[in-house]
């Protein structure tokens, strides 16, 4: 057969600088009424790419938002008008029953427009680099902080908006296992320290997905100290429905990517009930896959029921990671419940101690500790304390368990002999 003539693919075009491609987008929009069909991120890293990547704050974003798209400066300006009707209102309100600005309920005219543009930069999806943390000790606010990105990294946040719809399938389970195994990883493995399973806030009763960090380098092991300021989440990433919704496809990719999540990620939960309400949404074979597992060993987070722990007895056996690091602040719901003290200044008595052995849930916490390849514990706080001691107890059993056995063989062996090895009584002697 005779080869086809002339070339059998299309070279790909050569990149256009990055700013001239969103110069374009976003010229039709400058003046426009209408609402843009970009989401929150895409306009952050448009607002980036328009000032040649330099690091700029979230209020120089913002503003720049404003200048480039009329519809969200008409917002911002409805917005802020509302906002002067409302203080003169209060004013005179205060002026006529003499009242202080304090007790007023007026919040200032800067209302948002663009809806939840302050929290984007906390989404793990966009992958955004804080080129300034900390001021002389201090962590600045997501207000003070700068942010810039790279340029493959806003190439690839904008290419749903700058590059054509691609038309067109391929076969998936047709790739080599080790294609797919790379595949899944890069949907399903975060940086460590790992995925964090927590509430936000104190009273928070929304527990939440997230991680610290989207970079390896920046990662950052709990304080081995009794403090109670912990490693929280800095960076939201979806559910764990949303994030696993790859394993619904077919058996077979939920055979292949599920040991990736729950074997190669860390996991670390803000409470024990964080872990037990997370325990019941999975199944058996998927909590016996989890690898590296931190847990703080706080009841829980916010005010609950006295069976906040239920269930615990049952779910954590289940569990033998490879890795287990239990973090065990001071000034804990344990504390209180053995001391009543307000403020964990001292070492529990023993006394005291034992008042966790009947505490729901803590059982299943150490025979899960007794079945991890490796454990450690961080932090000086009662608990801490009480597993180590429950710990020391159980192999002090075990030795005593041994030597009772080897007693009983020697004595075995011992009767063995002088019986001549039958069992039974021996017969009577004779001269």
């Known amino acids: 057969m005779a080869p086809p003539k002339g070339t059998i693919f299309q070279r790909t075009a050569p990149l256009r600088p990055l700013k001239d491609e969103v110069t374009e987008v976003i010229r039709p929009w400058r003046f426009s009424e209408d609402k843009p069909p970009y989401d929150t991120s895409e306009l952050i890293v448009m607002m980036l790419v328009m000032q040649d990547l330099r690091p700029q704050t979230m209020q120089s974003i913002h503003y720049n938002i404003l200048r480039s798209f009329g ?32 007790e007023s309920d007026y919040d200032g005219p800067f209302e948002h427009s663009i809806h939840g543009l302050y929290e984007t930069v906390r989404e793990f999806d966009i992958p955004l680099t804080c080129n300034r943390l900390h ?29 054509p719809e ?22 399903l493995v975060y940086p460590k320290p790992g995925l964090i399973i927590d509430s936000q806030v104190l009273y928070d009763w929304e527990s939440q997905l997230g991680v610290q960090s989207r970079d390896d380098a920046e990662a950052q092991l709990p304080p081995a100290g009794g403090s109670q ?34 074997g190669l990620n860390t996991f670390q939960f803000g409470s024990l009930k964080h872990l037990g309400d997370t325990l019941r949404t999975m199944r058996t074979e998927a909590i016996k896959e989890i690898g590296d597992l931190r847990v703080v060993l706080e009841k829980y987070k916010f005010p609950s029921g006295p069976h906040a722990l239920e269930g615990l007895d049952r779910f954590l056996p289940e569990l033998s990671p490879k890795k287990l690091v239990l973090i065990a602040p001071r000034d804990t719901w344990f504390w209180s419940e053995c001391c009543g003290d307000s403020s964990e200044n001292r070492q529990a008595t023993t006394q005291e101690m034992m008042a966790l052995d009947s505490v729901e849930g803590l059982n299943g916490l150490l025979t899960m500790a007794k079945q991890a390849k490796h454990l450690e514990i961080l932090g000086d706080g009662i608990m801490g304390d009480w597993v180590r001691m429950k710990l020391a107890e159980s192999k002090e059993a075990q030795v005593g368990d041994g030597e ?20 039974g009584a021996a017969g009577p002697s004779t001269v």
């Open 404 to 423: 009772m056995q080897q007693e009983v063989a020697d004595q075995d062996e011992g009767i063995d002999a002088g019986t001549g090895g039958h069992c």
């Open 166 to 187: 691609r038309d067109g399938t391929f076969d998936f389970m047709a790739l080599p296992p080790e294609v797919r195994e790379k595949i899944y990883k890069m949907l």
């Open 71 to 102: 519809y969200y400066a008409d917002q911002a300006l409805v917005l802020m008008f509302a906002g002067e009707v409302q203080e003169q209102g209060s004013k005179y309100h205060r002026m006529a029953h003499g009242t202080s600005a304090l």
């Open 135 to 163: 001021d002389n000790g201090r962590t600045l606010t997501d207000f003070e902080a700068e942010f810039t990105i790279s340029a493959e990294a806003a190439r690839v946040c904008l290419r749903d908006i700058l590059e």
């Open 229 to 262: 300021i912990l490693p929280s989440i800095n960076f939201e990433v979806q559910g764990l429905a949303e994030t696993l919704d790859i394993l619904k496809v077919s058996k077979q990719i939920r055979h292949e990517a599920q040991p990736v999540f729950y």
